[in-house]
């Protein structure tokens, strides 16, 4: 229930990406967060001994959920 609470102070904050994002179609958007989807996936699977990079896939799961909310 909290999450749902800072949903709309995070829509607020993302609406000023808006102006320019204008261009940009939304289909766009919706592929890159797919991308991000599997990106964050791959690295999951590959990153073996490097474990410094599971800190890249809280920012991609965090971006993907930013280009969802703009779609």
Same mark, same amino acid.
């Given at each position: 229930?909290? $999450? ?8 607020? =904050? ?9 261009? @940009? ?12 989807? @599997?990106?964050?996936?791959? #690295? ?8 410094? $990079?599971?800190? =890249? =896939?809280? /920012? /991609? #799961?965090?971006?993907? =959920? @930013? #280009?969802?909310? $703009?779609?």
């Amino acid at each position: 229930m909290a $999450l749902y609470a800072v949903k709309p102070a995070f829509r607020r =904050i993302l609406e000023g990406l808006i102006p320019f994002l204008r261009p @940009v179609h939304p289909d766009v958007l919706t592929w890159g967060a797919l991308g991000c989807s @599997v990106a964050a996936a791959l #690295l999951f699977q590959l990153v073996g001994m490097h474990r410094w $990079l599971f800190w =890249i =896939i809280p /920012l /991609l #799961l965090f971006l993907r =959920i @930013v #280009l969802n909310a $703009l779609d």
